[in-house]
């Protein structure tokens, strides 16, 4: 199965994947201009041998997977392809909340440790 033609031939989970990993990219490749051996990523920055090369590897892949959802939606497995849009995101937040109650915890131990001082 080819690649469809129209981005709005996908199906919804695949769409959305596209969407978001194409502003993610968008965003990044803002970041990065005027780079061509450094690589940015918010407050991260990495030596690399050319930039346009990490945005074609990066294009590559999210053309692949906005693929292999597609696939995956038009064999009639639509849950199969919300999970794997979804499972990252769910993780992320969870992974956020899980950091800011450490950090809020942390917190109400060292106010504990002060007043017993």
């Not at 596209?18 to 201009?33: D, E, K, P, R, T």
């Not at 064999?75 to 392809?81: K, L, V």
Request: positive net charge.
């Amino acid at each position: 199965m080819a690649f469809p033609r129209n981005v709005k031939e996908l199906c919804t989970p695949a769409y959305l994947y596209f969407v978001v990993s194409m502003i993610g990219l968008i965003m990044a490749v803002i970041q990065n201009i005027g780079n061509t051996r450094t690589y940015n990523l918010g407050s991260l920055t990495t030596r690399v041998s050319s930039t346009t090369l990490v945005f074609i590897v990066k294009l590559m892949y999210v053309l692949f997977w906005t693929w292999i959802l597609n696939l995956i939606c038009k064999d009639g497995h639509t849950g199969i392809a919300w999970f794997l849009v979804l499972v990252p995101f769910v993780l992320l937040f969870i992974i956020m909340a899980l950091v800011m109650a450490d950090s809020r915890f942390e917190g109400m131990v060292s106010k504990a440790i002060k007043k017993t001082k």
